[in-house]
């Protein structure tokens, strides 16, 4: 799976071979900017060539202004026009948490849509394609569809609030919980991005303040900056957010919003403690600020795991999630339980965004609710992720690394000791693409951390070629 050698037989010249090898990432978004490029030296030992020619492939690569050079410190992915926006009369200076880009996310999120198998992606955070039961997919699908039933599902847009067969089992789904939520306060969406976005847009105007928890999945952070709103990290340890840092956050800024994964949390895996939760919704209760729950990895965690929404009974607490992580990415179906009050608002922002949702889909989820399937699947996923985690455990450790959380889930949150984000051009020269902690942090800074999916990391090729970067 390895990137294929430099040859000199190449009509190309080895200096115009690796500018090419580079300029490719880049435009690919596989290095996002402000990426430091390897040293000179570093690369011509990796690339075996002379230090001149990486200095002539690098000064290429400056031409093309694809990457700057900065005294002292070296070469960095440049700034694209379409990551820095110019400034506009009357701005006011970015809030000292504010992402500098929302394009740094899309380092991870454009290797999603790259054809399965084509790549190992030890960081990336969906189900292999093998462990996914298509059959079960194709047979609801063809059930909800056959003879008379088609035409009803595709003659008009369905119901602004979702298929009302969808939000019947998604009601009594969430009663596993120990929620009860009426049939009425769920509204589909197009996955769980769009269900944090429509809470989002629906209660906050650009200028707000939002407390989300730090590490976290970096789109969330690069959504909110576009949107305009000031991001407030609040560190996340193993029972929960850090209660005194969001307490003193509350007070000088007024958040109107905390988004966090309270179950399985991204990327760490930690799970909320009870003692956590009922601080974090009293002090949600003293500051007046609504708080969104994704549970989008509900399905791979127990049902009694501590949720806020559960303990808040839908008072303040908005919960979302999707099926991408236990079903299929494709089939976006997500969901919003939401606070009565706060249906009928909720519900116009999703018309005025994207109408309505595709309700073939939310009945064939529907029927793999009511009949016990997406139960069972989720029983058999979890028995395969268990197996897989024991393995990946044994090789990370075996490879010189620690997890900074305890190993659950489907993300390890893997110390290397190294900086892993000038991990991730040797790893690519390698064949492997991994997500290093830079990318989980509101504002880009060195970790040693990376974000690894037990599911995909079980290749012991892989934790060789981190044990290889160790020795350099």
């Known amino acids: 799976m390895s990137s294929p050698p430099l040859t000199r037989d190449s009509d190309q010249t080895l200096t115009e071979q690796l500018a090419q090898r580079f300029a490719d990432r880049i435009r690919q978004h596989w290095l996002a900017p402000g990426s430091k490029l390897p040293s000179v030296r570093e690369c011509a030992r990796t690339h075996d060539?002379?230090?001149?020619?990486?200095?002539?492939?690098?000064?290429?690569?400056?031409?093309?202004?694809?990457?700057?050079?900065?005294?002292?410190?070296?070469?960095?992915?440049?700034?694209?026009?379409?990551?820095?926006?110019?400034?506009?009369?009357?701005?006011?200076?970015?809030?000292?948490?504010?992402?500098?880009?929302?394009?740094?996310?899309?380092t991870l999120i454009r290797g999603l849509f790259h054809e399965p198998g084509a790549r190992p992606m030890p960081g990336l955070g969906t189900l292999p394609p093998a462990w996914l039961d298509a059959g079960m997919l194709g047979?609801?699908?063809?059930?909800?569809?056959?003879?008379?039933?088609?035409?009803?599902?595709?003659?008009?847009?369905?119901?602004?609030?979702?298929?009302?067969?969808?939000?019947?089992?998604?009601?009594?789904?969430?009663?596993?919980?120990?929620?009860?939520?009426?049939?009425?306060?769920?509204?589909?969406?197009?996955?769980?991005?769009?269900?944090?976005d429509l809470v989002t847009r629906t209660l906050l105007q650009p200028g707000d303040a939002v407390l989300v928890d730090e590490p976290a999945w970096p789109v969330?952070?690069?959504?909110?900056?576009?949107?305009?709103?000031?991001?407030?990290?609040?560190?996340?340890?193993?029972e929960g957010p850090d209660l005194d840092v969001m307490h003193k956050l509350a007070q000088a800024h007024q958040p109107k919003l905390y988004v966090t994964v309270s179950v399985l949390h991204n990327p760490t895996s930690a799970m909320l403690s009870p003692g956590h939760a009922h601080q974090v919704l009293r002090l949600a209760e003293t500051h007046g600020f609504h708080?969104?729950?994704?549970?989008?990895?509900?399905?791979?965690?127990?049902?009694?795991?501590?949720?806020?929404?559960?303990?808040?009974?839908?008072?303040?607490?908005?919960?979302?999630?999707?099926?991408?992580?236990?079903?299929?990415p494709?089939?976006?179906?997500?969901?919003?339980?939401?606070?009565?009050?706060?249906?009928?608002?909720?519900?116009?922002?999703?018309l005025l965004t994207s109408l309505t949702t595709p309700p073939m889909l939310e009945q064939a989820i529907a029927l793999c609710l009511e009949q016990g399937q997406l139960r069972r699947f989720s029983e058999r996923?979890?028995?395969?992720?268990?197996?897989?985690?024991?393995?990946?455990?044994?090789?990370?450790?075996?490879?010189?690394c620690h997890f900074a959380s305890e190993p659950q889930g489907l993300f390890g949150w893997v110390d290397t000791g190294m900086d892993t984000e000038r991990l991730t051009i040797p790893m690519l020269d390698a064949g492997w693409l991994i997500a290093p902690g830079a990318l989980f942090y509101a504002q880009r800074r060195p970790s040693t951390l990376m974000r690894i999916n037990f599911a995909s990391s079980q290749d012991a090729r892989f934790w060789r070629a981190i044990q290889a970067q160790r020795r350099t």
């Open 220 to 238: 969330e952070f690069a959504r909110l900056a576009q949107l305009g709103l000031r991001v407030l990290p609040v560190p996340r340890g193993a």
């Open 381 to 400: 996923v979890i028995q395969q992720l268990d197996a897989a985690r024991a393995r990946t455990v044994q090789l990370a450790r075996q490879a010189g």
């Open 49 to 106: 060539v002379s230090t001149y020619t990486v200095v002539a492939a690098y000064d290429q690569l400056l031409a093309q202004g694809l990457i700057e050079a900065r005294s002292q410190r070296g070469y960095f992915v440049r700034q694209t026009p379409r990551a820095v926006a110019e400034p506009t009369p009357g701005d006011t200076k970015p809030h000292p948490f504010q992402p500098s880009t929302p394009l740094d996310a899309t």
């Open 139 to 196: 047979s609801a699908l063809r059930r909800v569809t056959q003879g008379d039933k088609l035409l009803p599902l595709t003659l008009h847009y369905g119901e602004p609030a979702g298929d009302a067969r969808f939000r019947r089992a998604m009601s009594m789904r969430l009663t596993e919980y120990q929620l009860q939520v009426d049939a009425d306060q769920i509204i589909t969406t197009l996955g769980a991005t769009q269900a944090l």
């Open 291 to 328: 708080i969104l729950e994704d549970d989008i990895y509900g399905f791979l965690a127990p049902v009694h795991a501590t949720r806020l929404s559960v303990l808040d009974k839908l008072q303040r607490v908005i919960m979302v999630g999707s099926f991408s992580k236990i079903l299929t």
């Open 330 to 350: 494709s089939w976006r179906v997500g969901y919003i339980a939401a606070p009565t009050h706060l249906v009928e608002r909720i519900t116009n922002t999703k």
